[in-house]
């Protein structure tokens, strides 16, 4: 999780991700952000990130973007 955190952080600092429920909501991540972030999220954890998994409820907070990472790891 602190690798995710570290990645979230570097693609937009000053954001409180062990708290913010709200990261698309809100508008805090954007489409270029989260296409940014699924390179990255790729790269780190030697991942595919398919098209269906990029929607809000798993960009929406850190929590949600950690249980698609597990959830594709077993995959």
């Known amino acids: 999780m602190e690798r995710l955190y570290a990645i979230l952080?570097?693609?937009?600092?000053?954001?409180?991700?062990?708290?913010?429920?709200?990261?698309?909501?809100?508008h805090i991540l954007d489409s270029l952000s989260i296409l940014s972030l699924v390179a990255e999220i790729e790269d780190e954890f030697d991942i595919t990130v398919p098209a269906v998994e990029i929607i809000p409820d798993n960009f929406n907070s850190a929590?949600?973007?950690?249980?698609?990472?597990?959830?594709?790891?077993?995959n």
């Open 9 to 26: 952080e570097d693609i937009q600092p000053d954001v409180d991700y062990k708290t913010c429920v709200t990261l698309v909501k809100d």
């Open 63 to 74: 929590d949600a973007i950690w249980a698609m990472i597990l959830r594709l790891e077993e």
